[in-house]
């Protein structure tokens, strides 16, 4: 069983929802609180959604220089599959485990609202259980989503095939319509929207689950 | 003409600011120390076509309390930006 | 020339008898700084004074209701071993002066309403009314606190899943702005805001204490604004420093008290709203029976020179007042450096002092230090409790007669029913696009349809397979003409609209938002409204488990029309499935379940609907409300649905209730959402398009002869409509609209009107 | 000794700014006309106790750098604030 990590940042908000979708995918979830610094003996590291800091100054950039924010970039580093959802991507930009930044939404105002992704890549720890080009109808829920990179940073990005997501209908103002990236080596992942939110129809959708499926897989192959 | 104007939002003092407190309280942990009374604010730079100087700067007064601030949290100022 | 200086305790918004009371009270004069502590204690805000004598005759009774009014927020018995407390506030005078962080802080009111009794927040909704938005002003309001809203409790982690947006003239210089929480608890970890135990500590937790807001009860929430231009003519001197929210700060002080309380380290615990300090310390000793001293230097102060008055009335936020006995303190203490919560002892809870009569009366004692000099000392109880309370005068309108005469159901002319159709119809999703309203997995029906419907789940709960349902409520067109039956159709409408997912109706929390209670018109209304509510209440065995009333409401000498506003709370016995929906399936039928007419002299009244109102029309005779017509109907709506909720297969595809905009725009709602048309064959005319009363619904089956059968076993009375389908809505050959322009007019309308596009 | 600092942080040219293009659109319904190129950017204030202008200067443009911006999208600058 995947034994999966969830970081905890004060001001994060969806640490319980993403450990549930860990264990109804038959893994195992942690919450790991941010003053730790050691992962300990992880498959998987998960930083979520909320607001960690507060979103203070700018989405991530308190969170950055959390205590166990050394802990990930070594995990990752090491080949650890790490995963950022939402302000966990915010989070990981910011530290500079993935590139580019995330700036506000093109029409200033948060949006909570389900969006149709389409998977570009399946070169990496969370798209790797999808099939290349399906459409996947999974929520977004941001202020700050609109994915920002320079030239020559998007070039690298299209060669090295680290756009894993896009969105069908750009929400947001996100360069190319990219919704999540993944760093060269495919382990560690960001996205804007919420896998963790549609893992079942009761809720409006279950698409979410092949992303997860396959994040939490990778955990459990290296047993 | 055309001026080149800064306008500078900042909270009325007395008017708490949770995010510069919140800037102030992780500073230490960053290895910054000595700091203290943060105060984040807004900054607007535009350009403005005016017969003068004055008139340039009248014009982004109004503009920075009518719409870029609200006088009741918020102080606003108006500059010409020299350096341009 | 200058006139004598105002005496300081009208300064302070009391009245010369009310100072004689304080006087009588304490045997004495009293000093300054208790001056001002009643100034605040006894403001309209603080202790309902002029309402409480109508809120009496509100039913709060019930066997599932662990705690009614009078606490933070209600609490009820949702089975499962899981108590729901929702509370509702409103925070209309901040918001008009700051639209952003009136709202902001509006949300973070409610939410220590609601965790200050041991529930995790799990839900708000926003009630929201602006005049209009060919104002710039009304625009500029309408953006601010839809922001200020979106900016807290998204991040302070709490889904907003619903509330309601009305446009008119009335709220133009005073929007209302209205906050309902939700949270659930295991019940077992109920607490409550009692200090008890001589000798244990009062903590403060969370932020720092400046001054702001001092005196905001009193000052804005207690009065009218003077002139019809909103903040512009509030008198600069009385205008407080305005309160800023911190929802990072709420955020680690919810994840703080809920971990003290789970780990049993509270006597008692409340949250510091109006009155800030000076409030918790004497409700919180007066409900235990105890004193009070309290250490004015021993409170974190965020700005110098701050005097002990300011330090006891302060509104800052995210503030808590917990009550520890010596031994845990170390522990509290702990639990909070994780958190990052600040944690002070400010207070002693002490033994009540024994009067010369032998009663024994607990004293809330300022000190400066602990053994230092005593700046106050007055019975807790009389500061929390013994408000004078008033009947002020009430008369009914004298021009209610001839406004009622004015029925526009006689004779306003017909008009373009299509193009009527779709002046009406606004999709408020620009609102709500901008909440969080997913958050801990739980929205099953998030905003847009007719009540939110979560799972009754979240972190520390006990496991269960219930769902909760929300709705608020209100209509003030119907209570300007009529507010006894024009709340008592709000309280069925949301009846009806908890039924719409499913849910049966278990309690009520309303917030009355009223004009100047000063103006016996005024009270007139506001003692009909309760009347209306109770009557509503009691016929369908409703509790009322809490409430705010916020009064002056009112620019320029004008009162807003009355606005109470209900908010509904329901249980679904088993939620394992969605409910239907507006998603209605081409071939189905339509069936029309509830009374077709209205109760009352006209069949399908106009008076105070949408539709007359956007005429200039606001007269007449509103439907009357008549439980005996809604109980069947609601109760046959709600098992269909719950039994579909619980997995059962079923004909019926799509459920709305009939509410504003009447028939028209229902059904113009659910051909939009589906993108399928519909045709009715025959309607009684554009009264029966557009008459808005309760206890109809719209149901779409795919098997209308089972359907039927079952409605006319259980009693209720259904009409055959027509059938889905089609590209157009085609009505009663009163008008027909192609669903695609229903859909682009509907979904454009707010953000055209707030010139967005 | 304690020097009070301002510091700038603005978008990279070239890097979209929504906020300032959507307060250029506001304008002219409000009735200012003739302005233009509005960019929309942060400040910051704060006391800074150091043993000379030059140090107090150099942590202030460090900490601007390292934390109050980032360097992907945005240019930060620090200076003096000679009014205090
Ligand atoms: N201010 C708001 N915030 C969030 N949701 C809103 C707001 N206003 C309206 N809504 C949602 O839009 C839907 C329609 O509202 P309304 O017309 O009042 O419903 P009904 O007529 O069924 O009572 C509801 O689901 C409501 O919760
Ligand atoms: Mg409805």
Known sequence: MARIGV????????????????????????????SATSLGDLDGVILPGGFAH????????LARFSPVMDAVAAFAAAGGPVLGICNGFQV???????????????????????????VSSTRSVLTRAATLGAELVVPINHFSGAYTCDDETYASLVADDQIVLRYRDNPNGSRDDIAGVANEAGNVVGLMPHPERAMSSLLGSADGRVLLEGFVGVGAAAH | MNYSVIVEVTLRPGIADPEGATIERALPTLGFSGVSLVRAGKLFRFSID????????????????RLLSNPVIEDAVARLDEGR | MSSAPEPLHRALGLTDSELDDIRQ???????????????????????????RIHLKRLPSKGAHVLVGPGEGAGVIDAGDGIGIAIRIESHNHPSAIEPYQGAATGVGGILRDVFSMGARPLAVMDPLFFGNLDDARNRWLVEGVVSGISGYGNSVGVPTIGGELTFDECYSANPLVNVLAVGALPTDRLALGVASGWGNYAVLLGSSTGRDGIGGVSVLASAGFAGDDGAASIDDAKRPSVQVGDPYEEKRLIEACLELLDRGYVVGIQDLGGAGLVCATCETAAKGGVGMDVDITAVPQRELGMQAFEIMTSESQERMLAIVTPENFDAVQAVCDKWEVRANVVGHVVEPTIMTDGTSVGMLRIRNGFDGEVLAEVPASSLADDAPLYDRPRQRPSDLDAVRADDPTIDEPVGDAAADLLDLLVDPAW??????????????VGPGRDAALLRLAGPGLPASNRGFAISTDSNPRWCALDPKDGTALTVAEGVANLACVGASAKAVVNCLNFGNPEHPEVMWQLSESVDGMAAACDALSLPVIGGNVSLYNESGGRDIDPTPVVGLLGIVDSLVAPPPGWDWNDGDALVLVGHREAAGAVPFPLAGSRWATRRGRRGGQLASFDASRLVSTFNFVTAEVASICAGKVSDVTAVHDVSGGGLAAAL???????????NVAKLEGHGELFAEFPGRFVVATSDAEAFVARAIGAGV??????TVGGTRVHLGGLLSVEVSDIAARRGGALEGALELI
Not at chain 1, 8 to 33: H, K, R, T, W
């Open chain 1, 7 to 34: 970081v905890v940042f004060p001001g994060s908000n969806c640490e319980y929802d993403a450990a549930a979708a860990v264990e109804q995918l038959g893994g195992s979830a942690e919450l790991i609180f941010h």
């Open chain 3, 25 to 51: 009270v304490l045997s004495r004069d009293p000093n300054p700084l208790e001056l001002a502590l009643y100034g605040v204690m006894w403001s309209e805000h603080c202790s309902y004074k002029s309402s």
């Open chain 2, 50 to 65: 005016a017969d003068s100087p004055e008139n340039a700067l009248a014009t982004a007064q109004s503009l920075a309390e």
């Open chain 1, 92 to 118: 990981l930009t910011e530290a500079g485990l993935l590139p580019g930044a995330l700036q506000k939404n093109r029409g200033l105002t948060f949006l909570c609202q389900p969006t149709t992704l389409i």
């Open chain 3, 431 to 444: 609102v709500y696009r901008q909440y969080d309203s997913q958050l801990f997995l739980n929205t099953v």
């Open chain 3, 668 to 678: 113009a709602e659910m051909a939009s959402v589906t993108r399928v048309g519909v």
């Open chain 3, 717 to 722: 009375p259904v009409t055959l409509l027509g």
């Open chain 1, 54 to 61: 507060g979103d203070y100054l700018r989405p991530g950039a």
